[in-house]
């Protein structure tokens, strides 16, 4: 079965440090974007974490967000069945403890980031390990992501003016003392909508907190968050500095709405009544000789346009961090 848990999700960590590439962690909120992920992992070859937050999974569940983890959960399972490269599911900046022993209970996620960077320091440590010796009585392995410094910008409801950089010896002691499997770190980047050149970046901070945990013996992943603004050559920069792990979630929300927004403005008459035409929408337009084109505004017809932009983004994405062509779980049949 192509959907996978924790032991799985390890092993291709391990061979993602070992070899320097990273898994572009994509977040989804609805079934499109899903949908154009796994078909843009599978045709790069690379396996796929997908990711959900708490607010994307309160809105897949209309509120609730423990039917909408279940709802997703299912849906990506029986899609992922459709192809041949590992799926994984990361719950994504996690801080309700109830929703997270849902997540542990459920064995839904791979893999699970609690996010106490906002805390001082003890507490931090305190929620992490919390969520670590949770996950330690789940029935099937769930890795936990933890973060330890602040990343500048919004991301669900956690809000952060400004970033506070990771410092190595801290990361030490952080890994140590939780048992996280990994660790999001900052070095620049920003959620939302950021520019690289706008970016205060130190790719350097990444390789001496990599170097600060192998001297310790931890041969931690870890994990870029908010950046979708990197360029390229950036983003492929930080895959040889212990990153395994880089989170895409502004970057996919933008080409769904742009997808769609290109696709009415080529023709919107076909949508929108012309001018001296009255836009009786409640009345389905019965009393004007004008009427939509369904052949433009059935929303099978956009959705197919997200998913098919949507999975040349990510396959493009792939490429740059090095995960394509490397999928651990992708039979021989196949390749």
Not at 20 to 38: D, R, T
Not at 164 to 185: K, N
């Amino acid at each position: 079965m192509p959907f996978y848990g924790g032991d799985e999700l390890a092993t291709v960590y391990d061979k993602a440090l070992d070899e320097g590439f990273g898994l572009v962690a994509s977040n989804v909120a609805e079934p499109n974007v899903m949908m154009g992920l796994i078909e843009g992992a599978d045709q790069a070859d690379s396996d796929l974490l997908i990711q959900m937050s708490g607010g994307a999974a309160s809105f897949a569940g209309n509120g609730d967000p423990e039917a909408g983890l279940r709802a997703m959960g299912t849906y990506i399972e029986e899609i992922a069945d459709q192809y041949d490269i590992g799926v994984f599911l990361n719950m994504d900046h996690q801080t309700d403890m109830d929703f997270i022993d849902m997540q542990v209970e459920s064995g839904i996620p791979s893999s699970i980031m609690i996010d106490a960077s906002h805390e001082d320091f003890e507490e931090n440590v305190a929620r992490s390990k919390k969520v670590v010796e949770k996950t330690e009585q789940a029935d099937e392995e769930i890795l936990v992501e933890a973060e330890l410094g602040q990343i500048k910008g919004v991301e669900d409801e956690i809000v952060a003016e400004e970033a506070f950089y990771t410092d190595p010896e801290q990361a030490v002691e952080f890994v140590e003392r939780t048992g996280a499997d990994l660790l999001a770190i900052s070095v620049g980047t920003q959620h939302g909508v950021a520019k690289g050149k706008d970016l205060d970046l130190k790719p350097d901070l990444a390789t001496e907190i990599h170097e600060a945990l192998s001297d310790h013996g931890l041969d931690t992943p870890l994990v870029l968050h908010g950046s979708s603004g990197l360029q390229p050559d950036q983003l492929s920069d930080f895959m040889n500095r212990g990153i395994c792990k880089v989170n895409k979630d502004t970057r996919y929300q933008y080409e769904y709405s742009r997808t769609l927004f290109d696709l009415y403005r080529e023709e919107p008459n076909d949508i929108v009544p012309p001018e001296g035409v009255e836009d009786e929408r409640d009345a389905f337009f019965n009393d004007v000789e004008w009427s939509p084109n369904k052949d433009r505004f059935d929303p099978r017809v956009g959705g197919r346009n997200v998913r098919e932009r949507i999975a040349e983004v990510y396959a493009g994405l792939a490429e740059v961090s090095g995960s394509a062509g490397q999928s651990l779980y992708k039979s021989a049949t196949h390749r």
